[in-house]
C-alpha cells in the first residue's frame, strides 16, 4: 500500500472510529440513569460504581470521538478510544460466557435494544478495536487539523 494510500485509509479509520464514539455517546449522555443499568447488567463493576461510569463514560467517548474527527490530540484519543473498546470487548466476551441475556447498551436503550450480546458483538467489537489500534499505531497525523492549516498557510506564502 503507497503511502498516500495508507494515510487516506487511516484517515478513514479516524473518522469512522470518531463517529462512532460521538454517536455512541449521545444516548448515554441523555439518559445515564438508562445507561446505568446497561452497566450494572454486566455484573462486573460494584452497583454503587455504575452511575458514576454511566455519567461519566459518555462524556470520555465524546470528547475522544470529537478529538478523533477534528484531528486534534488523535495519538491520545485513539489510545483512550483503544482502551475503552478493549474493555468493551472485554465486558461482552464476559457476558456471552456466563451466558447472561442483556442488551450491550452500546447505542442506545435496552427498550431499543440492537440485540442481546452475541457472537456478533464480540467480532464487531474485536474489528473496532483492531481499526482503532491501527489508528493509535499507524496514524502520523498527516490529517490533522493542525497539519491541514499549516500546509495551507505554506501553500498561501507560496503562491503570495
Not at 447488567?41 to 454511566?54: E, F, G, L, R, T
Not at 470528547?63 to 472485554?90: D, E, N, S, Y
Not at 490529517?143 to 500546509?151: K, Q
Request: proline share 3%.
Amino acid at each position: 500500500m503507497d503511502y498516500s494510500r495508507k494515510t487516506f485509509s487511516l484517515l478513514i479509520f479516524r473518522l469512522f472510529i470518531g463517529v462512532l464514539f460521538v454517536f455512541a455517546s449521545v444516548h448515554k449522555i441523555i439518559d445515564p440513569a438508562e445507561f446505568a443499568v446497561s452497566v450494572r447488567n454486566y455484573m462486573i463493576v460494584p452497583p454503587s460504581w455504575s452511575n458514576v461510569i454511566a455519567l461519566t463514560l459518555p462524556w470520555v467517548e465524546l470528547v475522544a470521538g470529537a478529538l478523533l474527527i477534528i484531528g486534534i490530540q488523535t495519538k491520545p484519543a485513539a489510545l483512550l478510544t483503544t482502551i475503552m473498546l478493549a474493555v468493551f470487548l472485554g465486558a461482552v466476551i464476559y457476558a456471552y460466557a456466563i451466558g447472561l441475556d442483556i442488551d450491550c447498551g452500546c447505542f442506545s436503550s435496552s427498550s431499543a435494544s440492537e440485540g442481546r450480546v452475541g457472537v456478533y458483538h464480540i467480532v464487531r467489537d474485536a474489528v473496532l478495536v483492531i481499526i482503532s489500534g491501527a489508528v493509535l499505531f499507524l496514524d502520523l497525523g498527516k490529517s490533522s487539523v493542525v497539519n491541514l492549516i499549516l500546509a495551507r498557510r505554506a501553500y498561501r506564502s507560496e503562491t503570495a
